[in-house]
Structure formats: structure tokens, C-alpha cells
């Protein structure tokens, strides 16, 4: 039986981290709260008396789901004293992952390719918005399974999903950069910005471009976003050049899109993730994560 369990488990660990990542941000608390699910689900099988579950995987989600909200109250207050710009902890993985895409994968398994863009933008939602547009609009849930996923009313989830998606599609248009695009536009970008060419930047970023810096007070990193051509453009002019000497690129996926990861030697310095306008000819977002504590599961 405890075997059995453990199977179950496993065969499903992939999509509840996707899930619970999406709707936390951050990989330790996502562990925390699978580590939750874990004991939860063995304890329940392990019971002599428990009825057989006949959908584990509706189980397991609805476990995880509450489970990642009710870990929300505790992130918000950490969240609350944290120095600087927040931003959710990359999810890193090989280049190839995302330029050959394997066809025959469960999509939902890949659906933590959820950018670091839309889930800075999920960071404004309320906890319940911000699960009910998880499992709906990445999931494809329908509202009546995420109504008994959450104990609400079919009702009350079509007006929180609503509401979501308003706000994200507000501030978020639908549309994704072609994989090899941005891996170019990074490119050119890293070459400007390390060179410190001025105009090269003035080019390449969006009027509105906004510049979010990470570093949680342990790295360098802005205490708010810096927005506009200008600004953004001449402060990676003057910094850029002095604080990357030395630094190894190195391109990969970071939450599903070609960026790069800036190397110390063998440790992880930062990590860049771009984000394009529409036509994908300029930059109009820079996310660069610096806080080692959110770069140590990187190699």
C-alpha cells in the first residue's frame, strides 16, 4: 500500500509543483507545501479505515491548492520586510527545453513555462483570484471542479475568474515571443548593456521599458522598479560594464523563455529575463534576480 501511495504520488508531482509554483512564485515554499501534500496523502491511505480514493489526482490538486493558500498569510508578512523589489524565484532549465519542445509531453505537465512576466502580474491578484486563474486559464480547469477544488459556488469562481483575468489581460496582452527571437534579442541586449552602449540601448528598449532589480538586500538590486528609455538605458550604460567584468553567460530556460544566467566562476551571479513588445523587436521589461538565496538551487 505505502508503495502504491508513493507511485501515486510521484506520477503527479510534476503537474502539483507546476500548480502550487504558479500560485506561490517561489520554489522552497513550493516544496514545503508538496512536502504537506506527501504527508497528508500517506497518512490518508495508510488509515485501515479510509475509503479507496477513486481520483488521486483531483485529490492531490485540491490538497496542494489549499495548502499553497494557506501558506499565502505567511509569505505576504515575510514579503512585507523584504528589502527591495520582489520577484518570483526562477525556475531554470536546459536551453533545448524550450526551442525542441517534445511534442508527446503532457502539456499540463509543462505549463511551469508560465513566465516570469505574467507571474510578477499574478503577484497583484488576491490569493484566491490568483488560484482560480492558475487552474483555470493555465490548467484549463472548468469553474465547477475549481468550485469544489476551493469549497466555494460555481458562481463564486466565475466571478473570481473573471476579475482575474480582467486584471492580468489589462496589464498583460496574450501573446508570446518566438523562442528563438528573444534568445537573439537577449543576445544583443547583454552585448549592449556589458558594452555599455548607449545608443545600442536607446534601440533596443521600449519607450515604457521597466527594469525590475532582485537582489533582497543581499545583492545589487533597486528598492522599486526603475521605468522609461531613458533612465533604464543610461543606468545599465554607466553600471553594466563595471559590475559584469568578469562574469561566465551562460543562455538556458528560465520559466519557459531563452534568458541568461550570469556565472561567478561556478556559482550564480544573476539571472536575466527579458521580456519583448508584441512584435517582438524591443525590450519593454528586465527582470534580473540577484538574491542568492533564490540562485542556489541554479548550476
Known amino acids: 500500500m505505502a508503495n502504491t501511495a508513493t507511485q501515486v504520488f510521484n506520477d503527479h508531482r510534476e503537474l502539483l509543483f507546476s500548480i502550487v509554483y504558479n500560485v506561490l512564485g517561489s520554489v522552497a515554499d513550493t516544496e514545503d507545501v508538496l512536502q504537506e501534500t506527501w504527508l497528508s496523502w500517506t497518512t490518508r491511505n495508510q488509515a485501515p479505515s479510509a475509503e479507496r480514493i477513486d481520483n488521486p489526482r ?9 495548502r499553497a493558500l494557506a501558506h499565502q498569510a505567511t509569505i505576504s508578512r515575510r514579503r512585507e520586510t523584504y528589502i527591495g523589489t520582489w520577484l518570483p524565484e526562477p525556475l531554470v532549465s536546459p536551453l533545448t527545453d524550450t526551442l525542441v519542445l517534445d511534442d508527446a509531453a503532457d502539456a499540463t505537465v509543462r505549463a511551469e513555462s508560465v513566465s516570469m512576466a505574467l507571474l510578477v502580474i499574478l503577484e497583484t491578484l ?6 482560480v486563474f492558475v487552474l483555470h486559464e493555465v490548467f484549463g480547469y472548468a469553474h465547477t471542479e475549481i468550485a469544489e477544488i476551493l469549497g466555494r459556488s460555481p458562481s463564486a469562481i466565475r466571478q473570481l475568474a473573471h476579475r482575474a483575468r480582467e486584471h492580468v489581460h489589462a496589464r498583460r496582452p496574450r501573446y508570446e515571443p518566438d523562442p528563438h527571437v528573444r534568445q537573439q534579442v537577449t543576445e544583443q541586449f547583454l552585448a549592449a548593456a556589458l558594452g555599455g552602449d548607449l545608443d545600442a540601448l536607446l534601440q533596443i528598449l521600449a519607450p515604457e521599458v521597466t527594469l525590475w532589480g532582485d537582489g533582497g538586500g543581499k545583492a545589487a538590486g533597486g528598492l522599486r522598479p526603475l521605468r522609461g528609455r531613458e533612465k533604464v538605458a543610461r543606468l545599465l550604460a554607466a553600471v553594466a560594464p563595471h559590475s559584469g567584468k568578469g562574469l561566465n553567460i551562460a543562455y538556458r530556460s528560465v520559466n519557459g523563455a531563452p534568458s541568461a544566467l550570469l556565472f561567478v566562476g561556478d556559482t550564480a551571479y544573476a539571472v536575466l ?5 508584441p512584435d517582438g523587436n524591443q525590450v519593454c521589461g528586465i527582470y534580473a534576480v540577484a538574491n542568492p538565496d533564490k ?4 548550476d
Open 273 to 277: 529575463v527579458l521580456d519583448l513588445t
Open 126 to 131: 488576491t490569493p484566491l483570484e490568483r488560484g
Open 295 to 298: 540562485l542556489s538551487h541554479v
Open 58 to 66: 483531483a485529490y492531490l490538486v485540491r490538497i496542494a491548492v489549499n
